[in-house]
């Protein structure tokens, strides 16, 4: 017998601007190329990846781009420092420049930010090896200092002036609290200026999330593990909806805690392509439609 069930996706999640555009510079590409590099993940959804792998697009690493010559890679959403473009014009490399617009403000500001005062202690919030921390860290040499959480406070010396910036995908409540807590170190007469330049194509999502997410009882966030808006947008949907289940693939869809819900809604990182997060609700659709759940399960 059939259980009647709600499943709704959300339509204001899935890419961002930044992403739907270098998903778009690729595609055009491989319509006229059949193949093209591209350094790093171009998104980090491994399930998005696999699509365009098929469609030609190989994802390369580091030491591999270092080993091209006389061809063509794109540069992925998340910007790359200076010495990545420098090895490109050496090895006679066709950059396809996907960096978003966002990063790339952000790359000017600090470097601004650095050669105003030269002297002043660069902070970047953000997680240290993220490839957009990498791309921001190089403008300025690696002169910076990058604190994942308050944990990471005494690296700074509150005693010399400090500018502080974020990654884009960190969240708004966290800069504030890292913000409070610099204050509260600082020396007297010590200058702390701080930029909140966390992207407003995640940070705006956040209230229409929670909204979304207490309106089902069950919730499903399909994200790539390796996603860093992801992490904050699916502990969002958590802390409205202790029911939040996490599904980087269809593989991870857990049927026999879904059976216990009658609404369930389904949203995403601005990583999360429509067509994964509408094959979710296909599936689920599916399982609760079939007669032979066993066998659904693993379709
Ligand atoms: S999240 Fe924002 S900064 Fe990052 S790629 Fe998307 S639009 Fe650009």
């Excluded at 739907?20 to 059949?34: F, P, S, V, W």
């Excluded at 040499?141 to 005693?159: A, H, P, Q």
């Excluded at 599904?247 to 991870?252: F, I, R, T």
Aim: hydrophobic residues 35%.
């Amino acid at each position: 017998m059939s259980k009647s069930i709600k499943i709704e996706i959300d339509v204001r999640s899935g890419f961002c601007h930044g992403v739907i555009r270098a998903i778009r510079k690729a595609e055009q590409e491989l319509n006229t190329d059949k193949s093209l590099y591209c350094l790093g993940e171009i998104v980090h959804n491994s399930e998005e990846v696999s699509r365009l792998n098929r469609k030609g697009l190989q994802t390369i690493d580091k030491e591999q781009f270092m080993q091209l010559k006389d061809t063509k890679v794109l540069f992925r959403a998340h910007g790359e420092p200076p010495e990545v473009y420098d090895i490109a014009q050496r090895n006679n490399i066709t950059v396809v420049d996907a960096s978003c617009g966002v990063v790339l403000a952000l790359q000017q500001k600090i470097r601004k930010a650095h050669e105003e005062s030269p002297d002043a202690q660069i902070v970047i919030l953000g997680k240290k090896g993220h490839a957009e921390v990498i791309g921001l860290e190089g403008q300025i040499g690696y002169s910076d200092i990058v604190i994942e959480n308050e944990s990471d406070l005494n690296k700074i010396d509150f005693s010399r002036q400090i500018i502080l910036f974020s990654q884009t995908t960190k969240s708004v409540e966290e800069f504030n609290s890292i913000v409070a807590k610099i204050k509260e170190n600082l020396k007297e007469g010590v200058d702390f200026r701080y930029y909140d330049t966390i992207c407003r194509q995640v940070s705006n999502r956040i209230p229409e999330l929670k909204e979304f997410a207490s309106r089902y009882e069950l919730i499903i966030f399909v994200s790539g593990k390796n996603s860093s808006n992801g992490k904050v947008l699916f502990d969002v949907c958590r802390s409205v909806n202790p029911n939040t289940m996490f599904v980087a693939s269809l593989n991870d869809i857990d049927f026999d805690n879904i059976e216990h819900f009658s609404s369930i809604g389904i949203c995403g990182a601005t990583s999360t392509p429509i067509w994964l997060m509408e094959a979710v609700k296909e599936k689920i659709e599916h399982y609760f439609t079939s007669s032979d759940k066993n066998l659904n399960k693993k379709i």
